[in-house]
């Protein structure tokens, strides 16, 4: 039999191929640089506003453990050595929660400094309380007022220092906020520490933090251009005055040796109110910078995502313009490449029908011959009876022989019949079918229904649609399981907003699981027992479902059998 022959074609557009993805692969490579030195911009912002936050809360952790060991070397009240311990375990969490900032920070000459002269100070705090405990409390507060102790503070704050101020006025406004609290809880520590020693060194220090929280309220206030963050830093200068007030009045009872008095003072309702006004305020402002921060990061992530998407437009620009001419050379490749898998297919197909078309045609014409010499022999013995019997099934066989070339003929009319789409009413569809087949649909006791959720009309080819119900329907009946006291065929109709689903469902023998797969391959039979078919209805069916672009699929038990059809609007 002579088979179709394939068609080749080289590929002329492989250099340029190779050249546009060379030149893509380049201008991609500079735009992942652009767009990491970007992010990288982006990396480092954030990372300056952490490492100000960290250093900020070590400075303050810092003065507040040394005063607290201060006040716990002077009363030996175990509240101030339970508020040391608690500092002590913030510190330990801040540094740890720093880890992820390792090469930041602790590679930084300054913040290792820092580490150093910390672990320095606890050491010493520690043994000012040992001496504490054993009653030696002017020993404790000599220690932490030796030139060595002051010495590690001095190391702590030049580490500090050398952490430069960002330029950025956002970043530099976060650390502030920083400086602030921490100035504010020196200046409380320092008031309350003259307050039960009365020493003048405290006062000094308290009157060089007052000097420097001004300072850092007062150039938080000159770079703030944000309505809400005015108000608040406005509420934290008018709280900070209030607990100025009250410790300057606590300060002047000290000096008058009235220590009680000042002690007093410094922990009363109202000075409360105030030191809660300020924590308060300095919440609010601490949230509205990290909305600030937040917008300055999503702003410059946006530059980064458009110079991006730019780059990429340009990129996928140029790609497309080299690309357009390699695609007209390799669209004409794929046509051909379709072309020679349809041209595969139709050879399979070819070579399968060929053989089975033969085989079906010669069986029954080989039946037919050696009916007809046994009735010339009947005839010669006399036996008209024999011979009229092997006449009727000559005739039957010449009717499977005929059946099967009327079938041969409407596939080869499915695959290539060409038909209009015209308006179909279903239910008048439905209604022909049923007509047709209603004399052996009562015969066999079927019960036949039809169902749809509204009058539904279809646009397509009424022919092949007619054929694919009919031949469902023949089947249902033809394939129909007599043990079955209630046998039935049910056809339905839904519809959604581009197809129109039509199933024939019935209980008949159904189809084994194992070949539902090649249900609609050529010439497959699954109960020949069950009566005369060819094996060709179901690639008829495929045929005509195929050229109307629709979908067919199948689902088959022991209970029942449905195929479902979906035809495109």
């Known amino acids: 039999m002579l088979l179709l022959q394939r068609i080749e074609l080289k590929n002329p557009g492989r250099w340029l191929l190779f050249a546009v993805t060379a030149t893509s692969a380049a201008l991609f490579y500079l735009m992942l640089v652009n767009v990491e030195s970007s992010r990288a911009l982006l990396e480092q912002t954030l990372t300056q506003v952490e490492k100000s936050q960290t250093r900020n809360k070590f400075l303050e952790l810092n003065n507040l453990l040394s005063s607290t060991a201060m006040l716990y070397a002077i009363t030996s009240n175990e509240r101030w050595k339970l508020q040391y311990d608690e500092y002590a375990l913030h510190l330990q969490q801040v540094i740890e929660r720093s880890q992820h900032l390792k090469s930041e920070y602790h590679g930084n000459f300054g913040m290792a400094k820092i580490l150093i002269a910390n672990q320095s100070l606890i050491e010493f705090e520690s043994r000012a309380f040992a001496l504490v405990a054993a009653g030696n409390n002017d020993l404790a507060q000599a220690l932490l007022q030796s030139e060595d102790y002051l010495r590690s503070k001095g190391e702590y704050a030049l580490g500090m220092i050398q952490f430069a101020s960002p330029d950025d006025a956002v970043v530099r406004i976060s650390e502030l906020a920083g400086l602030i609290d921490y100035y504010d809880s020196g200046l409380t520590i320092a008031a309350k520490l003259f307050a039960n020693s009365g020493d003048p060194a405290w006062e000094d220090r308290y009157n060089q933090l007052a000097i420097n929280l001004d300072s850092a309220i007062n150039e938080t206030q000159q770079l703030i251009d944000n309505d809400q963050m005015a108000s608040v830093i406005k509420s934290v200068g008018q709280a900070n005055e209030a607990l100025v007030e009250i410790e300057s009045r606590a300060i002047e009872l000290a000096k008058a040796d009235d220590f009680n008095k000042a002690s007093d003072l410094l922990e009363n309702d109202d000075y409360l109110k105030h030191k809660n006004s300020y924590s308060l305020g300095m919440q609010q402002l601490n949230a509205v910078m990290n909305d600030e921060l937040e917008q300055v990061r999503a702003a410059r992530e946006r530059e980064v995502n458009r110079h991006f998407i730019l780059t990429l437009i340009l990129v996928l620009v140029l790609v497309g313009c080299s690309f357009s001419v390699v695609f007209s050379i390799r669209s004409r490749q794929k046509e051909l490449q379709d072309k020679n898998v349809l041209l595969g297919e139709l050879n399979e197909d070819l070579e399968q029908f060929a053989y089975r078309s033969s085989h079906d045609l010669k069986s029954p014409l080989i039946s037919i011959r050696g009916l007809a010499k046994y009735i010339g022999q009947d005839i010669k013995a006399g036996a008209l009876q024999e011979a009229s019997i092997n006449a009727k099934r000559i005739e039957t066989e010449a009717l499977?022989?005929?059946?099967?070339?009327?079938?041969?003929?409407?596939?080869?009319?499915?695959?290539?019949?060409?038909?209009?789409?015209?308006?179909?009413?279903?239910?008048?569809?439905?209604?022909?079918?049923?007509?047709?087949?209603?004399?052996?649909?009562?015969?066999?006791?079927?019960?036949?229904?039809?169902?749809?959720?509204?009058?539904?009309?279809?646009?397509?080819?009424?022919?092949?649609?007619?054929?694919?119900?009919?031949?469902?329907?023949?089947?249902?009946?033809?394939?129909?399981?007599?043990?079955?006291?209630?046998?039935?065929?049910?056809?339905?109709?839904?519809?959604?907003?581009?197809?129109?689903?039509?199933?024939?469902?019935?209980?008949?023998?159904?189809?084994?699981?194992?070949?539902?797969?090649?249900?609609?391959?050529?010439?497959?039979?699954?109960?020949?027992?069950?009566?005369?078919g060819s094996g060709i209805g179901l690639s008829i069916i495929k045929k005509h479902v195929d050229r109307m672009k629709a979908k067919i699929e199948l689902t088959s038990s022991p209970q029942e059998t449905i195929f479902t059809l979906a035809i495109p609007k």
């Open 400 to 532: 499977v022989l005929e059946n099967l070339v009327l079938n041969i003929l409407d596939l080869a009319k499915a695959d290539s019949a060409v038909e209009e789409s015209v308006e179909i009413n279903l239910q008048d569809l439905v209604g022909e079918i049923e007509a047709k087949y209603e004399q052996v649909i009562r015969d066999k006791g079927i019960s036949f229904s039809w169902h749809q959720e509204k009058s539904l009309t279809l646009v397509t080819q009424k022919t092949r649609l007619s054929q694919i119900l009919e031949n469902l329907v023949s089947n249902s009946i033809k394939y129909s399981d007599p043990n079955k006291q209630k046998p039935f065929i049910a056809i339905n109709a839904r519809t959604d907003a581009t197809q129109v689903y039509l199933s024939v469902k019935d209980n008949g023998l159904g189809i084994p699981e194992s070949m539902q797969r090649e249900v609609f391959k050529l010439f497959k039979r699954y109960h020949p027992e069950a009566g005369e």
